[in-house]
């Protein structure tokens, strides 16, 4: 592969996973057993979509770490501000533990996947190997919830073990989209910024649930306007760079999961992006994801 072909079927690979993987944060049956032990249940929906509670959130996909303080969950997801995530999870681990809720969370979301495309849908089994073999040659130094995902149990139901595997190269992207963010100089006000104009969306809109204030993102706005990256809460030549730079510096760590699945790699996107359409028309995951805005807004 080519620099441009890795670009490519980077951000095509993630966005064909998102939804089938993706759906584990809005999943019903993910909520409901959340709520059965002793969680909030969903806040309502959004556009048919139910959404997640977020005391549940930051402590089923923190759990990845095990029961981990709410400081490291914070520190891996990157965008959120500690003074929500921190209490959240402490609050998180006075319900239940994280080997309970973490086999709550995948439990729910291959429930869902099972509701909506069937316990054994054709083509699994390939999905499955091609994931494993991607999944096989990656290594967690400075991934520390893709190398969370190491410690639990492969299932061994193919549809459980595609999640799951999907899961793992999911974290291993946002992983590595953090270590190209902080590698860049630009912290976690900032990310929301460049990535709503990135998608799209007008400033202080989609980041509003990452938990800053108005004085946070107003000093943000200053300190991007100062360094040439926006001007008029648009970008600049520049700040447009630097983001892209950011995407292609993230698609870069992709490679060698993208080597492994070469050879079926055209087969393996037809299976999932079928899949993750399913999942949206049965309204299990947002029809506008992250990729989606992206790819609209970059054309």
Not at 33 to 39: D, I, N, T, V, W
């Amino acid at each position: 592969m080519n620099a441009e072909e890795v670009f490519v079927r980077a951000r095509a690979l993630g966005g064909a996973l998102e939804p089938f993987v993706g759906q584990v944060y809005f999943s019903p049956e993910c909520h409901s057993r959340y709520e059965a032990l002793g969680f909030e249940p969903s806040p309502g929906d959004m556009n048919g979509v139910a959404r997640p509670e977020m005391i549940s959130y930051f402590t089923s996909r923190g759990s990845l770490m095990g029961q981990v303080p709410g400081e490291l969950v914070a520190a891996a997801f990157a965008v959120f501000n500690p003074s929500i995530v921190i209490p959240s999870v402490t609050a998180g681990w006075k319900i239940t533990d994280a080997a309970t809720i973490c086999a709550a969370r995948r439990d729910g979301a291959v429930a869902q996947l099972q509701r909506i495309i069937g316990a054994s849908p054709e083509g699994i089994v390939k999905v499955c190997d091609a994931l494993q073999r991607s999944v096989d040659i990656l290594r967690p130094e400075g991934r520390p919830l893709f190398a969370g995902t190491l410690s639990q149990e492969m299932p061994t139901d193919p549809l459980a073990a595609a999640w799951h595997l999907g899961d793992m190269l999911r974290e291993f992207r946002g992983d590595a989209h953090t270590a190209a963010w902080i590698s860049a100089g630009i912290d976690a006000t900032e990310i929301g910024l460049l990535t709503e104009l990135y998608w799209g969306l007008p400033l202080k809109t989609y980041s509003r649930t990452r938990g800053w204030s108005e004085d946070d993102y107003a000093a943000a706005i200053d300190r991007l306007e100062s360094r040439g990256l926006i001007s008029n809460n648009a970008f600049t030549d520049a700040g447009r760079l630097v983001r892209e730079d950011v995407e292609r510096n993230t698609d870069r760590q992709m490679i060698d999961a993208l080597s492994a699945i070469e050879a079926d790699f055209d087969e393996v996107m037809a299976l999932l992006s079928a899949w993750s359409k399913s999942v949206r028309q049965h309204n299990g995951y947002p029809q506008a994801g992250p990729q989606d805005l992206a790819k609209a807004a970059n054309k």
